[in-house]
């Protein structure tokens, strides 16, 4: 190239960087690839991830856990988990309960996507699918109440049934709501905290009402 020759670098600019890599600079964790793990050690430590988040929504408190390390996998589940549970819970005869499964599926993503968007809206700073996962794994408390509710329905549907089924939704209800603001409330404006928690409630509400009303056919 004409002038090429030309263009030389002063003596006066120091020329800064280095392309040889120290030895031992890296750990041997920095090497090693998940492509390379055995597909039994790759299900046991996404369990194991699962299995803790579990535990932080059991246990409630201000941890970073459940949104750094987000998924969607125990949201599925306990959303499955807890529409099968309400099969059959219409008095119609004729209902086969395939509808009651749709329903629960789709209040329960899309009621999450609802609130994650108007947390969004109102300039929440966590992601959408981390909210997605907090407001997933918090159904698990609800989920347990629909358990219990079940084995308190195969002794009879009375009084003391209800009465029993009405204290442990509404702890469970009140589990559920604390459990997901407590992970949700900090990441908004503090003036607009009311806003974010209002739907949240409302969200759990219908869930719990659900279950509450549940009767086997």
């Excluded at 793990?37 to 535990?55: H, N, Q, S």
């Excluded at 997605?132 to 509710?149: F, I, K, R, S, W």
């Excluded at 589990?175 to 739907?199: C, E, G, I």
């Amino acid at each position: 190239f004409p002038g090429l020759a030309d263009v030389s670098i002063s003596q006066d600019i120091p020329v800064e960087g280095e392309i040889t890599v120290p030895v031992g600079s890296h750990s041997p964790d920095e090497d090693y690839s998940t492509l390379d793990e055995p597909v039994k050690d790759t299900i046991m430590r996404d369990l194991k991830a699962v299995g803790k988040k579990f535990v932080h929504v059991m246990y409630p408190r201000k941890s970073s856990a459940l949104l750094r390390d987000w998924d969607l996998w125990g949201p599925l589940v306990l959303c499955v988990s807890l529409a099968l549970m309400l099969q059959g819970g219409s008095a119609d005869s004729k209902d086969d309960g395939g509808p009651q499964f749709a329903e629960v599926f789709v209040i329960i993503w899309f009621g999450a996507v609802v609130i994650t968007l108007n947390s969004k809206l109102l300039g929440g700073t966590i992601s959408f699918f981390q909210s997605l996962c907090v407001l997933g794994y918090c159904v698990m408390p609800l989920t347990v109440a629909m358990l219990v509710c079940r084995l308190v329905l195969l002794a009879g549907a009375g009084t003391v049934s209800f009465i029993i089924r009405l204290v442990v939704v509404g702890a469970m209800f009140a589990w559920s709501t604390l459990a997901s603001t407590a992970f949700l409330a900090d990441s908004q404006p503090p003036n607009r905290k009311a806003l974010v928690v209002y739907p949240i409630f409302l969200f759990y509400f219908v869930i719990s009402w659900m279950i509450l009303t549940f009767t086997p056919q």
